[in-house]
């Protein structure tokens, strides 16, 4: 017997790593659409084995392993799955999938070039691209869209949300509350006991209930959030400029300035069309530098900053 295993050499055993696969499989599900329940894939090498994901995208795994972030691990994922599924996700999903990986203007060029007449009569379409406006602070846009996707199936949760969030934003709070609500009521909330319930499982993907920036804000919103929750929950949205920049004004307001600033920096250089986190963050760079008495602190970053107000006329 160890004849033969030193004639044929001994196989490397495939070892999954865990972490991964827990990583992969939430951000497979984001990408095609699916919330709760256990997913069904296979993976197989060009010797037919069946593979874990971390060899089947050894690549994405390799870049992974050295990224902290949520978002970043889960963007890199994407791009990877893109590889298979881009042409394989309906429409719909593929414009989910740029504003989740916070390129909601991808996702405006993708349906540009790729939706066509019957796909504005395909609800799940129009409720996609109403919560792309939403991100994108088109409410207009988005409130008319939900609607129409409403109009063709009233049962929309996607489009409900993408609604609620507008109507919100264009001062009909108790339009948008009336909404919430009702997902409420109809939600496997009602299935849960009291002390089983957080804010993260309201408002989180996998449970389908109110997977809302503007909710989640609105929740976040009492003294017994802390910093653990916030970031909790911050995994959730960091594709929304919204929820970014209220996650800075916490840091602010809780006395945690440095990190504030920080944050709405961050989101003003990747949403550079979001007025509050620019505006907020000159705003809150100057009061930081008159603070620590540092002129040159953050200089380019202030540079960057007055270049893009001046150029939309923002005071």
């Known amino acids: 017997m160890s004849f033969f295993k030193g004639l044929f050499g001994k196989s490397t055993p495939i070892v999954e790593d865990k972490a991964f696969t827990v990583d992969f499989e939430d951000a497979l599900k984001r990408y095609i659409g699916v919330t ?69 203007e991808k996702a405006l ?4 070039s790729n939706l066509n007449e019957t796909d504005y009569t395909d609800p799940e379409v129009l409720a996609s691209l109403a919560k792309c406006h939403f991100i994108l602070l088109h409410f207009d846009e988005s409130i008319a869209l939900a609607q129409k996707a409403l109009a063709l199936d ?16 264009t001062g009909k709070h108790q339009e948008a509350h009336e909404i919430y609500e009702t ?15 957080n804010v993260l499982q309201l ?19 009492v003294p017994e959030a802390d910093e653990t ?13 919204y929820f970014r920049s209220q996650h800075a004004f916490w840091y602010i307001r809780s006395g945690e300035s440095l990190k504030g600033v920080v944050k709405l920096l961050a989101t003003a250089q990747e949403f550079p069309w979001y007025r509050d986190a620019v505006v907020n963050a000159q705003n809150s760079i100057l009061q930081f530098r008159e603070q620590t008495q540092s002129d040159d602190l953050w200089e380019n970053e202030l540079h960057y900053l007055t270049e893009i107000m001046q150029k939309n006329n923002w005071n």
């Open 154 to 169: 009233e049962n929309n949760k996607k489009a409900k949300i993408a609604l609620a969030d507008s109507l919100h934003f």
């Open 183 to 197: 997902l409420l009521k109809n939600s496997l909330l009602n299935e849960w006991k009291s002390d089983e319930i």
């Open 36 to 104: 709760g329940g256990d997913l069904v894939y296979e993976f197989k090498d060009k010797n037919g084995n069946i593979i874990p994901p971390s060899h089947a995208f050894e690549g994405a795994y390799n870049q992974w392993k050295g990224i902290q972030s949520t978002w970043d691990k889960r963007g890199v994922i994407f791009a990877a799955l893109d590889s298979i599924y881009f042409n394989r996700i309906p429409k719909a999903q593929v414009i989910e999938r740029f504003v989740i990986d916070r390129y909601p």
């Open 229 to 241: 929750i916030w970031n909790a929950v911050a995994e959730e949205f960091y594709y929304s400029p």
């Open 109 to 112: 060029q993708f349906a540009a």
């Open 203 to 221: 408002v989180d993907f996998k449970n389908d209930i109110i997977n809302s920036s503007v909710y989640a804000v609105a929740l976040l919103s």
